[in-house]
T-cell receptor, first 113, second 116 residues
Framework: DGGITQSPKYLFRKEGQNVTLSCEQN?????MYWYRQDPGQGLRLIYY???????QKGDIAEGYSVSREKKESFPLTVTSAQKNPTAFYLC????????????FGEGSRLTVL | GENVEQHPSTLSVQEGDSAVIKCTYS??????FPWYKQELGKRPQLIID?????GEKKDQRIAVTLNKTAKHFSLHITETQPEDSAVYFC???????????????FGSGTQLTVLP
């Protein structure tokens, strides 16, 4: 079954703890993205990666980190430096630079207690 | 950077009526404008897109129009049905260089409710 798998679907974390969200894809897409979704604010770009071992900050990168060691994987770490981490996180891949279509995972909901 | 504003934030229509959602963008270099639909509890999915070299695009009951001069684009849904109820997001992006990954800037979303 082709697609994008995000895990975990739900995650609870205590303040001061780092947490890593997983994103795995088998679509053979080069570019991958992490978005944060908050009510009434749309989707905001955290980080994106165009190719293995390369990634760029998006609009709200502070308090987050990523890695891209494999084409299939683009994990996001929410660090304790992120002031308001409770949110819904969406991973996406770019279908092709010519199409421009993003394919999204099902998301991970992080709640900080 | 790019800024995309979307209106209205909520929209209720009777089944069978039309719905229109409007977006404006700030960067005149933006050249790609997709619309995504997100049903409750599901992932966003592309429903239609338009590039800056055309002014209108249709796909069955949905259409998108683009006014480059005014820097705004709109989504039109005709003959609305209950299954059209969802959050709709507009977006704008620039292809920084040929073959590069696009950065999409999204609007804040419109909750569309189609009343039976």
């Amino acid at each position: 079954d082709g697609g994008i798998t995000q895990s975990p679907k739900y995650l609870f974390r205590k303040e001061g703890q780092n947490v890593t969200l997983s994103c795995e894809q088998n679509l053979n897409h080069d570019a991958m993205y992490w978005y944060r979704q908050d009510p009434g604010q749309g989707l905001r770009l955290i980080y994106y990666s165009q190719i293995v071992n390369d990634f760029q900050k998006g609009d709200i990168a502070e308090g987050y980190s990523v890695s891209r060691e494999k084409k299939e994987s683009f994990p996001l770490t929410v660090t304790s430096a992120q002031k308001n981490p409770t949110a819904f996180y969406l991973c996406a891949t770019l279908g092709g630079v010519r199409t421009g279509e993003l394919f999204f995972g099902e998301g991970s909901r992080l709640t900080v207690l | 950077g790019e800024n995309v504003e979307q209106h209205p934030s909520t929209l209720s229509v009777q089944e069978g009526d039309s719905a229109v959602i409007k977006c404006t963008y700030s960067d005149s270099a933006s050249n790609y404008f997709p619309w995504y639909k997100q049903e409750l509890g599901k992932r966003p999915q592309l429903i239609i897109d338009i590039r800056s070299n055309v002014g209108e695009k249709k796909d069955q009951r949905i259409a998108v129009t683009l006014n480059k001069t005014a820097k705004h684009f709109s989504l039109h849904i005709t003959e609305t049905q209950p299954e059209d109820s969802a959050v709709y997001f507009c977006a704008a992006s620039i292809e920084v260089r040929a073959g590069s990954a696009r950065q999409l800037t999204f609007g804040s979303g419109t909750q569309l409710t189609v009343l039976p």
